[in-house]
């Protein structure tokens, strides 16, 4: 049988790109508007590709998409759902309520204070009960939460390492509201760090039926045309999940798009291990990939306004794109940027005639460019004698001052002192140095980069973690990762991975501090395959 | 009793009121001045700011306003940092602990006092006065953050913490009497472990003159005015280090970029701390110079090109030199990049019992004790 066809979506802010793969070749490539609804571009893409390449919609395998339907929903508080929220925790934790610190207008889309409940219950770290759980209290918050609630998040105080409160809790609610709410728990969405975790939980909670929608109607659709394959949505490490696992872990996708967009420079690139430069029109993005997966951010992520845990990829972003203007005073360069000309390049540069000197003039007088620049549908220069009177030392200055900028960007992502190879992507890779960048082993730029996010989709490949604590004097080391790792490969297969391919990626070991006893938090990361 | 009656009956004017915007000055300069320690303050943040949001008022006061007699004591927490960040208060802990003191005493507690101007310890105590409704002196117990309870200027100017009141959030009260202030430290720190993590404290009570005698004054205003001026830097795009220095009488001595982070999992991992060393690259006018940094939680000791530059009790802040946000020594990682600057112990941290008590013998390095100023005469 030949191999399987697959098809992946990027939503970007102005385009939706799609792409047709078999194996690592692009079969067909796809642009559309990115809709209000997001749907509506991703089924016009779809329609592109299907009547361009004429191939059988039977012989898809899988369908794929980098989304940003959620981080829409939560930005514009449009459609979220109206969350009851339980922490379980007393008499801890009570001089911090839930909600604390969040915009007015986004605790008012949550449904109100009446909604939040804080029980008693909640673990300690060492596993004893904070307070038994009192199911009775969450059994009357539900009574009254009755027709007032689409969506319940509960969070329970060390429920990463002892999640039994949270899942007796869910039953009670199950039990009481019924199949048609919704449930999410903590221990399945962050790690350790209540309040932000509690943040992430409801804010999952909150766009359980926009991500519902998106997904049943892109099914719906895909089902339409024949298409026989399931759909997987890119979730925050580069990585996919099944469409249905998405559904109930929407707050994954909220960094759906530059995740993608890392993969697809891997996929492209072959290269495992090393920076990936995606550089745009006005600004660059540098990304550290490690075994082809984005780094993870140590620091908060702020989403709509809140502060949360959620594991989102590690992005550096400098001011430096194409159409960065670069300051000078006749030969010599004051500044480049922050300013960019963006998509007025073509107005506003002088290879167009215009009056700015940018990055793409000093790449053009450099000899750097030989071919047509798709994004303007035109020349990269109308006006050879304008970039001809710039004065040599200006564009030698120019040039070294966009390579000084992007090897500091480079440096700051990296690990170790050791080079490193780069991969650059996106529409400004061709605009600027590519030959003797410090610290870098050799710079790539592969084929089909403008469609990198759409590609990094279509890697079939599902990143999961797990976490515990452990005490080193009491238990053996070894016992307690392989225990942490079991529950990786649990959570992978949840989200749709074939059991005997998931390998493990790294092990992370963090102690306690001010805390006597050797004590530490384990933390395990694994990917396994979706196809065999 | 509410706090502004406390200071009607003191006679005291003059105060001032702690509102969100200052909270959150405070709360920054705190976190410089902790060194790379100190835990994170986010919590004691949201804590004070939610006491603030019930109505209640945190009110500010200078030492020297603080009547002789009346009685003050240190409120503050002790334990796993990350125990804090999990399991936040209940919000009642200090206000038992506070109450238990007063009986044990026979006396009311009248002030809180910050044990630490640096870290979590430094929100927390204005959380609890406004919760409580006494008022907070301006001053601390060291100017900075460590770890240990007797690591004060009250301890080594003869005030002891006994006795000490831990609580958790059940009401489970702890009081330590002791002899010693380490026997104190070692059952605060047991009594921690029992409750899951984290011991709520109040201790060192001492009277207004002691506290005057004895303690860091008007070091919360410092840190309030760091925090104010680095958030003003950031705004007008200025040198945020620069406002640090000029504020602090600090020294720019190095700036870099860490390129190697060797963390301790050996045998001093059972004393409970993060220990480790970095390594950075000198960048800018520091190019070709190499520093390396000790840390026991907090950053301890500064060495450029193989020289000594810094050592405890004088502070070491990593800041970043774009926005002056500081860097911790659990989060710390290699490319990071900071300006390391270094500020002069208080004179009252430097008596031979304040380095005996945290000085560097006391973590482990053979040498003798010899101000930043010295160690840094000489390097430009």
């Known amino acids: 049988m030949a191999e399987r066809l697959r098809v992946g979506f990027d939503v970007g802010g102005t385009f ?15 642009k559309a508007l990115t809709t209000d609804d997001v749907t509506g571009g991703i089924i016009t893409a779809l329609d592109e590709l299907l009547g361009s390449s004429g191939v059988d919609p039977k012989d898809i395998g899988m369908v794929s998409l980098g989304t940003t339907h959620t981080t829409n929903a939560i930005i514009e508080r449009r459609n979220l759902n109206r969350v009851g929220i339980f922490r379980l925790g007393a008499p801890a934790t009570t001089a911090i309520p839930p909600l604390t610190g969040w915009p007015e207008d986004l605790k008012r889309a949550m449904g109100g204070p009446e909604l939040v409940h804080i029980i008693r219950g909640g673990s300690e770290y060492d596993g004893r009960d904070i307070a038994p759980l009192d199911e009775q209290a969450i059994a009357e918050a539900c009574r009254k939460m009755r027709g007032k609630v689409d969506s319940v998040a509960i969070t329970g105080v060390f429920s990463p390492i002892i999640p039994k409160h949270e899942e007796r809790a869910a039953e009670i609610v199950r039990d009481i509201l019924g199949e048609e709410v919704h449930i999410t728990l903590s221990h399945r969405i962050a790690t350790i760090s209540l309040l932000e975790r509690e943040n ?11 991500m519902q929608r998106a997904v049943n109607s892109l099914k719906q659709a895909v089902k339409e045309r024949g298409i026989q394959a399931p759909l997987f949505i890119v979730q925050n490490d580069g990585s996919v999940m099944s469409a249905d696992y998405a559904v109930d872990y929407p707050i994954f996708t909220v960094a759906s798009g530059p995740a993608a967009s890392v993969r697809g420079a891997v996929y492209l690139s072959g290269i495992e291990d090393g920076v990936v430069v995606d550089i745009g029109g006005t600004s660059t993005d540098v990304a550290y990939i490690v075994k082809g997966f984005p780094r993870e951010s140590s620091i908060t992520v702020t989403i709509g306004g809140v502060k949360t845990n959620i594991r989102c990829p590690d992005l550096l972003s400098i ?69 001809r009177a710039l004065p040599r030392g200006l564009v030698a200055a120019a040039w070294a001052r966009i390579k000084d900028r992007l090897e500091e960007a480079i440096d700051k992502m990296k690990t170790t002192a050791e080079p490193v190879p780069a991969i650059f992507i996106g529409g400004g890779a061709m605009v600027v140095p590519k030959a003797g960048i410090a610290g870098v082993s050799e710079v790539l730029s592969p084929e089909h980069f403008e469609v990198g996010g759409a590609v990094g989709t279509t890697i079939a490949e599902i990143g999961a973690y797990a976490e515990g604590v452990v005490d080193l004097e009491r238990e053996d080391r070894d016992e307690a990762i392989a225990k942490v790792t079991e529950q990786a490969v649990e959570n992978a297969v949840r989200a749709g991975a074939i059991r005997d391919t998931v390998e493990v990626m790294d092990v992370e070991e963090i102690p306690f501090t001010y805390m006597p006893g050797k004590r530490e938090k384990i933390r395990v990361r694994v990917k396994g395959k979706v196809l065999q | 009793m509410a706090a502004r009656d406390i200071l009607a009956d003191w006679g005291v004017k003059e105060f001032r009121e702690i509102d969100r915007a200052a909270l959150q000055e405070i709360t920054l300069g705190a976190s410089i001045l902790a060194t790379g320690g100190g835990g994170d303050p986010e919590i004691g943040l949201l804590w004070a700011l939610s006491v603030l949001e019930e109505g209640k008022e945190i009110l500010l006061v200078d030492p020297d306003d603080m009547p002789d007699e009346a009685l003050a004591a240190i409120a503050g927490c002790l334990g796993a940092a990350l125990v804090l960040t999990e399991k936040p208060p209940g919000g009642r802990e200090l206000f038992w602990c506070y109450q238990a003191l007063g009986r044990y005493l026979g006396k009311p507690v009248q002030a809180v006092v910050p044990p630490e101007a640096g870290g979590v310890n430094t929100p927390v105590p204005m959380a609890v006065a406004g919760a409580v409704g006494v008022p907070v002196i301006d001053a601390d117990g060291m100017g900075r953050a460590f770890p240990e309870l007797q690591m004060t200027s009250f301890y080594i100017h003869g005030v002891s913490p006994s006795p000490t009141v831990a609580a958790d959030e059940k009401g489970h009260v702890t009081i330590a009497d002791t002899q010693d202030a380490l026997m104190a430290e070692r059952i605060i720190r047991n009594a921690a472990m029992a409750y899951g993590g984290i011991s709520w404290i109040a201790g060192y009570p001492m009277t207004g003159k002691q506290l005057k005698e004895t303690a860091i004054l008007r070091s919360i205003s410092l840190a309030w005015e760091l925090g104010r001026r680095v958030m003003e830097a950031r705004r007008k795009h200025l040198d945020p280090i620069e406002e640090v220095l000029s504020l602090t009488k600090g020294y720019r001595a190095f700036q870099g970029k860490i390129v190697d982070i060797n963390r301790e999992f050996g045998a001093e991992k059972t004393k409970g701390f993060s220990l480790g060393r970095i390594t950075m690259e000198g960048i800018e006018e520091f190019k070709g110079h190499k520093a390396t940094i000790d840390f026991q939680n907090e950053w301890l000791t500064l060495r450029v090109d193989g020289d000594l530059r810094c050592m405890p009790p004088d502070l070491i802040c990593i800041l970043d030199p774009a926005t002056g946000e500081p860097i911790r020594t659990d989060i710390v990682r290699y490319g990071y990049r900071g300006t390391v600057v270094l500020i002069p112990a208080y004179e009252r941290m430097r008596c031979p019992k304040g380095i005996e008590t945290f000085g560097p013998r006391y973590f482990g390095y053979e040498c003798d004790y010899i101000p930043v100023e010295k160690l840094m005469e000489g390097t430009g």
Not at chain 1, 16 to 30: C, F, I, N, P
Not at chain 1, 365 to 379: H, I, N, Y
């Open chain 1, 200 to 210: 992430s939980t409801i804010l999952n909670a909150s766009v359980i039926t926009v």
């Open chain 1, 319 to 387: 001011a430096l794109g194409g159409g960065t203007i670069v300051k000078h005073r006749g030969e010599e360069v004051l500044d480049l940027g922050p300013e960019s000309v963006g998509y007025n390049l073509v107005r506003l540069g002088k290879s167009f005639g215009g009056p700015l000197l940018t990055v793409h003039d000093v790449a053009v007088a450099q000899g750097e460019l030989d071919r047509k620049l798709d994004v303007f549908k035109t020349d990269f220069l109308t006006r050879p004698e304008a970039i």
């Open chain 1, 16 to 30: 939706t790109d799609g792409v047709l793969m078999r194996g690592r070749e692009v079969l067909a490539k796809a």
